[in-house]
T-cell receptor
Framework: EAEVAQSPRYKITEKSQAVAFWCDPI?????LYWYRQILGQGPELLVQFQDESVVDDSQLPKDRFSAERLKGVDSTLKIQPAELGDSAMYLC??????????????FGPGTRLTVL | AQSVTQLGSHVSVSEGALVLLRCNYSSSVPPYLFWYVQYPNQGLQLLLK??????LVKGINGFEAEFKKSETSFHLTKPSAHMSDAAEYFCAVRKERRALTFGSGTRLQVQP
């Protein structure tokens, strides 16, 4: 069964350092999402890609966060510099781009970031 | 903006008892609704989705949910809880082909 791959699974860093997360969506899925999940809360969207284009990055803190999906396949999310409040689970999800709009999103295992 | 409200951040049931997790949505049009389950330190797994084809939706692991437009609800149920059902459950709504908006989650505990 195809899965969304993410790495690393866990990352510990000190504040002011740079961190990067990688995501490889299910093959053929044109839409890719990055969510942030703070402990005890539901995931919240950071950025949505359609192929290589950004569809929605309205909740992405652009002063320190960046995301790219250069060839429309895998994606990288970067934080520079990391702050204590960035400690969270970062989840990547993908979906196909059907016309009904009801296509499910499939999630990777996430990257647990701890900023010290 | 579309949103979902999950009533009860923690639910505890005995093994073999009925599971009922509540979700209410706010939407001006028939929404796309989903239930996901999350085990500790893992990603989210899709349980079921509402496609408007039927109001009673069956999912994996014996779970099902009923869409009630008059009550703007999409509650998740399972007739008999199993220890392996202990996890966090999220209801989510989606507008067209946009991202999901999640509820705050309900942690299900199953007592032996």
């Amino acid at each position: 069964e195809a899965e969304v791959a993410q790495s690393p699974r866990y990352k510990i860093t000190e504040k002011s350092q740079a961190v990067a997360f990688w995501c490889d969506p299910i093959s053929g899925h044109a839409t890719l999402y990055w969510y942030r999940q703070i402990l005890g809360q539901g995931p919240e969207l950071l950025v949505q890609f359609q192929d290589e284009s950004v569809v929605d990055d309205s909740q992405l803190p652009k002063d320190r966060f960046s995301a790219e999906r250069l060839k429309g396949v895998d994606s990288t999310l970067k934080i520079q510099p990391a702050e204590l409040g960035d400690s969270a689970m970062y989840l990547c999800a993908s979906s196909s781009s059907g016309t009904s709009g009801v296509e499910a999103q499939y999630f990777g295992p996430g990257t647990r970031l701890t900023v010290l | 903006a579309q949103s979902v409200t999950q009533l009860g951040s923690h639910v505890s049931v005995s093994e073999g008892a009925l599971v009922l997790l509540r979700c209410n949505y706010s939407s001006s049009v028939p929404p796309y609704l989903f239930w996901y389950v999350q085990y500790p330190n893992q990603g989210l797994q899709l349980l079921l989705k509402y496609t408007s084809a039927a109001t009673l939706v069956k999912g994996i692991n014996g779970f099902e949910a009923e869409f009630k437009k008059s009550e703007t609800s999409f509650h998740l149920t399972k007739p008999s809880a199993h220890m392996s059902d202990a996890a966090e459950y999220f209801c989510a709504v989606r507008k067209e082909r946009r991202a999901l908006t999640f509820g705050s989650g309900t942690r299900l505990q199953v007592q032996p």
